[in-house]
């Protein structure tokens, strides 16, 4: 059964920093991993998507890794601002027809 | 427009009745799916359909009856609701077979009191 686990649990952090977020899963069979933004009282905001045969993906500041072996994913946020605040969930799909399973995420807090 | 709109967003109700949740997807999504965020704000999945097919269907009580009247619609029935079931249910869509990326709707915050 796969299980997904997320690094810190809460961070904060000086406006400008860089920082990773982790996520890491224990069944390296995946399909694809997404990473979510998660603002408080609202839905959930794909950030990107790393398919199980890619390394990385960008997007503006944001980074994610993709190393299946390990089972592990990194989310890095480049020169961090307030409006990054939120919480950021990962998620792995084993096969295409499986539900994505969340990890609890990392609660992020960019201070001005 | 919104692609993924689910109905009502807020919803307080006492225990023993029953209420429904009604999700709409204009992606052109073949699969549609339930999720619960408890108060911890775990998300887990409750059922996912596929071409109104039921192909995933979680541990949950069977007062929980979802309903896919077509492709674009998954609605969330709750039976004889209960103090446990205050939570937040999101729905969400996606197309199996490309393993695009899953969108979400705004959630539907349920309390029961």
């Known amino acids: 059964k796969q299980e997904v686990t997320q690094i810190p649990a809460a961070l904060s952090v000086p406006e400008g920093e860089n920082l990773v977020l982790n996520c890491s899963f224990t069944?390296?069979?995946?399909?694809?991993l997404q990473w979510f933004r998660q603002d408080p009282g609202k839905g959930l905001t794909s950030l990107l998507l790393i398919q199980s045969s890619q390394r990385e993906q960008t997007s503006g500041r944001l980074n994610a890794s993709l190393d299946k072996s390990s089972g592990r994913s990194t989310l890095y946020i480049a020169a961090s601002q307030p409006g990054d605040s939120a919480t950021y969930l990962c998620a792995v799909r084993r096969n295409y027809g499986q539900n994505f399973v969340f990890g609890p995420g990392t609660r992020l807090s960019v201070l001005p | 427009d919104t692609a993924v709109s689910q109905t009502p967003k807020y919803l307080v109700t006492q225990m023993g009745n029953d209420k429904s949740i009604k999700c709409e997807q204009n992606?052109?999504?073949?699969?549609m799916y339930w999720y619960k965020q408890d108060s911890k704000k775990f998300l887990k999945i409750m059922f996912s359909?596929?071409?109104?097919?039921?192909?995933i269907n979680e541990t949950v009580p069977n007062r929980f009856s979802p309903k896919s009247p077509d492709k674009a619609h998954l609605n969330l029935h709750i039976n004889s609701l209960e103090l446990g079931d205050s939570a937040v249910y999101f729905c969400?869509?996606?197309?199996?077979?490309?393993?695009?990326?899953?969108?979400f709707g705004e959630g539907s915050w349920l309390t029961v009191v």
């Open positions: 992606l052109g999504h073949d699969t």
């Open positions: 069944d390296s069979a995946i399909y694809n």
């Open positions: 969400a869509s996606s197309h199996i077979r490309t393993g695009n990326t899953i969108y």
């Open positions: 359909y596929n071409n109104k097919e039921l192909i």
